[in-house]
């Protein structure tokens, strides 16, 4: 097997940080997840499963974010272009002021630092899709949990919790081959959902019914679109396997009861300090819990017990 075809299977890291993002719930996912030769996120996000999991012979990743899809895009057609923004540049083609890279070599990364985060955030206009996926790339990775919308996004880098700027060209390259022949689209989850091939497999991860997610996200998910998502999913149940994720609340439980299974699950995970929090007391990050219901509409024990390699590629703290 080439190396090539050994990457496109393998799991890999998202490359995105992602609020909502189940990296640190792949491995339970996993677990309930059966045979299938399509398999389609409707509410992509930084698509930890998709990720985590082989390829199958359909894939498609799909996000109502433009801006999120237009990095999904350029990483998996033009990753070079993308690379290359993400370097200093000879300053007649840098739109990045001097003063801003003087220390850094023309064609090396740019740094992680709190002025550039600052310039992209509320300086720099992209011009083209690459620049806006070059900016949207570095934020993602220099925001406090990759929290993109920008009235709560905040520098959260670290230099021992996350991914270094060296290393994000070879994150990019790893994440395109994985990318190579994938479905990526820019729809309201109705659309897809309706149009996903009869058998084939979606893993449906909305926004939350009980939080504040428009916090996190650029689209508000109201209450109607929870009942909207709901109805949709139960008029292709009989055609579609379907495993939900959602926040463990009597309403989900209600609009889910033609279900086949619903599981409590709990996990551990942790939010690593940033630089800017290293003066605090505690030696550790912050601990957390959490908590979700799964609802499949097929029993479990149809599901593979698949066990990737994560030790590979993951480094559970480099996120
Ligand atoms: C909880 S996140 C998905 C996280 C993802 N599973 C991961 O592991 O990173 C929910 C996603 O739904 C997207 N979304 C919100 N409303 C949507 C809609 N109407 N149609 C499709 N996607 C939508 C948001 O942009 C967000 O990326």
């Known amino acids: 097997m080439s190396s090539y075809i ?4 393998s799991s890999i890291n998202s490359p ?115 620049e806006r996926a070059g900016c949207w790339f570095y934020l993602n990775r220099t925001s406090y949990s990759g929290i993109m919308n920008t009235k709560n996004m905040y520098w959260g880098y670290g230099d021992k919790y996350s991914m270094q700027p060296k290393n994000w060209a070879q994150n990019i390259m790893r994440t395109s081959q994985k990318l190579q022949g994938v479905e990526i689209t820019n729809l309201d989850f109705e659309n897809i959902i309706d149009k996903a091939p009869n058998g084939a497999l979606l893993f449906i991860d909305p926004p939350y019914f009980n939080a504040a997610q428009d916090k996190f996200y650029q689209h508000f998910f109201s209450k109607d679109d929870h009942s909207r998502l709901a109805a949709c999913l139960r008029r292709n149940n009989h055609r579609l396997k379907l ?35 290293k003066n605090r007391t505690d030696k550790k990050g912050e601990r957390y819990k959490g908590k979700e219901l799964f609802i499949l509409n097929y029993n479990s024990n149809q599901a593979l017990i698949f066990e990737p390699d994560f030790a590979l590629f993951s480094s559970g703290s480099l996120v």
């Not at 050994?6 to 299977?9: E, G, P, R, S, Y």
């Open 6 to 9: 050994c990457v496109m299977n």
């Open 16 to 130: 995105f940080r992602y609020a909502g993002g189940k990296f640190y719930a792949r491995k339970l996912i996993l677990a309930h997840i059966p045979s299938h030769t399509a398999y389609i996120e409707p509410f992509a996000g930084g698509g930890s499963i998709f990720f985590a999991k082989p390829k199958v012979r359909f894939n498609q990743l799909n996000d109502i974010d433009d801006e999120l899809v237009n990095v999904y895009l350029t990483i998996r057609d033009n990753p070079n272009d993308l690379i290359c923004f993400l370097k200093r540049q000879p300053s007649e083609k840098s739109k990045i002021p001097e003063y801003l890279t003087e220390d850094v070599l023309v064609g090396s990364p740019l740094p992680a630092t709190k002025e550039l985060h600052g310039f992209f955030k509320n300086e720099f206009k992209p011009k083209s899709t690459l």
């Open 243 to 277: 495993f939900i994720t959602y926040d463990n609340t009597p309403e989900i439980r209600e609009l889910y009861s033609w279900a086949t299974e619903m599981h409590d699950k709990e996990w551990n995970y942790c939010l690593q300090r940033t630089d800017d929090q």
